[in-house]
T-cell receptor
Framework: KAGVTQTPRYLIKTRGQQVTLSCSPI?????VSWYQQTPGQGLQFLFE???????NKGNFPGRFSGRQFSNSRSEMNVSTLELGDSALYLC???????????????FGSGTQLSVL | AQKITQTQPGMFVQEKEAVTLDCTYD???????LFWYKQPSSGEMIFLIY??????QNATEGRYSLNFQKARKSANLVISASQLGDSAMYFC???????????FGPGTSLSVIP
């Protein structure tokens, strides 16, 4: 099975621009979760998509949005970039059984976003 | 309130020695799952080991084992016979039935010294 694929691997943007990141989950997985990782804040949950619907949302401003397509691929978008948005953005896929406590997340390699 | 605590920001271990990475958690759920992930400098989070709250035996996966003490709410990761490739960040994570997101601790940076 192919793993979780995130593109691009690296991005450099300037303040005020917008950016779109892509994540293709493992075949058969219907849930995609997005996390932001920074040295100061650690891993913070952004949102989760399941069957093309946002099922969970973290505590991030509306500049952060996402969507999921019928093939379970997901994109996240950050508009009006700020310096503080510089981070590693990780996506994770799972089958999406929300009540199963044994369902592990499988992660992609991440997109390293630098905002100048 | 912090639900997962990893009190060791950084650890050093000699190659071939065993090392224990600490994790304590807070939950009022009876059913929950605990996970450990490894993140090398490349950035990818790699799943290592899982322990369910109802599992009576400690989980083991190769050189990784989980020292699960439910009453103390601790789930420490033990890596036996450390290798240079074990140098990485290690994250403890939890999923509760009442809260369907996986939450992560702050991580511990492990350095294996030759």
């Amino acid at each position: 099975k192919a793993g979780v694929t995130q593109t691009p691997r690296y991005l450099i943007k300037t303040r005020g621009q917008q950016v779109t990141l892509s994540c293709s989950p493992i075949s058969g997985h219907r849930s995609v979760s997005w996390y932001q990782q920074t040295p100061g804040q650690g891993l913070q949950f952004l949102f989760e998509y399941f069957s093309e619907t946002q099922r969970n949302k973290g505590n991030f401003p509306g500049r952060f949005s996402g969507r999921q397509f019928s093939n379970s691929r997901s994109e996240m978008n950050v508009s009006t970039l700020e310096l503080g948005d510089s981070a590693l953005y990780l996506c994770a896929s799972s089958s999406g059984n929300s009540i199963a406590t044994n369902e592990k997340l499988l992660f992609g390699s991440g997109t390293q976003l630098s905002v100048l | 309130a912090q639900k997962i605590t990893q009190t060791q920001p950084g650890m050093f271990v000699q190659e071939k020695e065993a090392v224990t990475l600490d994790c304590t958690y807070d939950t009022s759920d009876q059913s929950y799952g605990l996970f450990w992930y490894k993140q090398p400098s490349s950035g990818e989070m790699i799943f290592l080991i899982y322990q369910g709250s109802y599992d009576e035996q400690n989980a083991t996966e190769g050189r990784y084992s989980l020292n699960f003490q439910k009453a103390r709410k601790s789930a420490n990761l033990v890596i036996s016979a450390s290798q240079l490739g074990d140098s990485a960040m290690y994250f403890c994570a939890m999923k509760e039935t009442s809260y369907d997101k996986v939450i992560f601790g702050p991580g511990t940076s492990l350095s294996v010294i030759p």
